[in-house]
């Protein structure tokens, strides 16, 4: 159910890497996003802001940001967390669908700090919404990440956010959450404990053998090579393909993964199911306000020859803005 890694010294650059775990596809599709675009919060509430900052994201269904990261080098990243409560949906607190949860802040910030301050004097409440296909309500946290090595994980518990806030936060996963995480590690070898370093696909598993590698990675000579050894990490957390047990028919596999540079504002896109590399460069995308939105459609890409690989920032596509779902009156 996903794993997300920072490597805040890559050789002057700080890359953060990210697996999306899921039981059955997301129909993900890469977003540009510019400037200038009205959005509200999805909920009938009191948020209403103009996009300050392009992005590109990774949808999920064309309905929700799921990973992206902004033209400032601020990255966000949603993954699954079964013990998260949102309480209940008090309509005078500020509030935010989940849908649109990541993209406020990749609209609205250049640095984690700045976002975490607003969290800290809003208390911001999410609004879970479930899956119009399916009715599956998901229950997430949210990692930011930027250019300056900052990181935090955001979780809700008992309705009111939790934030850690620290540079030393490089890996989150799932289960337990993130305090509970912390102590599982200390009892690694590496990390304080005297357990061997653990080889399943479990969240607390992937938690220290991404910790454990990312902090032994060689210093890479160029950006290929750092992008490199951010995948190499990220593989080894990842959940392969697999009949799903009796007992658990909903197990999860790695569908994608994703490297961020976010110092050199590169965005890495990597398909499971269709193994062409794509990146697009950031610096050569235009966010001027005004300018359309852009897709690019990865659920047409089928081919191994001639579909999309490589350096893709010149293929998107013109079109309508995301429209991100919202609560039904």
């Known amino acids: 159910m996903c794993t997300r890694v920072v490597w805040p010294d890559a050789?002057?650059?700080?890359?953060?890497?990210?697996?999306?775990?899921?039981?059955r596809d997301t129909g993900t599709n890469l977003w540009r996003l510019p400037r200038g675009l009205e959005h509200d919060d999805g909920v009938g509430g009191s948020l209403h802001w103009t996009s300050r900052y392009g992005s590109v994201v990774a949808g999920a269904f064309d309905m929700m940001s799921v990973d992206g990261m902004n033209?400032?080098?601020?990255a966000g990243h949603i993954l699954w967390l079964a013990e998260s409560d949102y309480g209940t949906?008090?309509?005078?607190?500020?509030?935010?669908?989940?849908?649109?949860?990541?993209?406020?802040?990749?609209?609205?910030?250049?640095?984690?700090?700045?976002?975490?301050?607003?969290?800290?004097?809003?208390?911001?409440?999410?609004?879970?919404?479930?899956?119009?296909?399916?009715?599956?309500?998901?229950?997430?946290?949210?990692?930011?990440d930027d250019a300056t090595g900052?990181?935090?994980?955001?979780?809700?518990?008992?309705?009111?956010?939790?934030?850690?806030?620290?540079?030393?936060?490089?890996?989150?996963?799932?289960?337990?959450?993130?305090?509970?995480?912390?102590?599982?590690?200390?009892?690694?070898e590496g990390f304080g404990g005297t357990k061997p370093l653990?080889?399943?696909?479990?969240?607390?598993?992937?938690?220290?053998?991404?910790?454990?590698?990312?902090?032994?990675?060689?210093?890479?000579k160029t950006q290929v090579e750092a992008v490199a050894?951010?995948?190499s990490v990220i593989r080894n957390a990842a959940q392969p393909f697999r009949i799903p047990d009796p007992d658990k028919p909903y197990a999860s596999q790695t569908i994608w993964q994703t490297v961020a540079d976010l110092t050199n504002k590169r965005y890495v896109f990597d398909s499971t199911t269709r193994p062409n590399v794509l990146w697009i460069d950031l610096d050569k995308l235009d966010f001027s306000e005004g300018t359309p939105a852009g897709k690019l459609d990865l659920l047409g890409d089928t081919s191994l020859e001639g579909?999309?690989?490589?350096?893709?920032?010149?293929?998107?596509?013109?079109?309508?803005?995301?429209?991100?779902?919202?609560l039904q009156a």
Do not use: C
């Not at 033209?71 to 601020?74: D, F, Q």
């Not at 579909?307 to 919202?326: H, I, K, Y």
């Open 11 to 23: 050789a002057g650059a700080v890359l953060v890497g990210r697996n999306m775990d899921y039981h």
């Open 71 to 74: 033209e400032a080098g601020l």
């Open 89 to 144: 949906f008090d309509r005078s607190r500020p509030a935010l669908s989940m849908a649109i949860w990541l993209q406020y802040f990749l609209d609205n910030f250049a640095t984690v700090a700045d976002a975490v301050q607003w969290i800290d004097e809003t208390e911001v409440q999410v609004v879970p919404l479930g899956d119009p296909a399916t009715g599956e309500v998901p229950a997430v946290h949210l990692a930011l």
């Open 150 to 188: 900052d990181s935090a994980i955001i979780e809700y518990i008992d309705g009111r956010p939790t934030v850690w806030h620290s540079r030393e936060y490089l890996v989150m996963t799932n289960s337990p959450t993130y305090d509970e995480q912390l102590k599982l590690l200390k009892d690694v």
């Open 198 to 220: 653990p080889g399943t696909t479990l969240a607390a598993d992937r938690f220290a053998r991404a910790a454990y590698y990312v902090g032994r990675l060689p210093e890479p």
């Open 229 to 231: 050894g951010m995948f």
């Open 307 to 326: 579909g999309l690989a490589g350096n893709v920032s010149s293929r998107f596509e013109d079109t309508a803005p995301m429209q991100f779902l919202t």
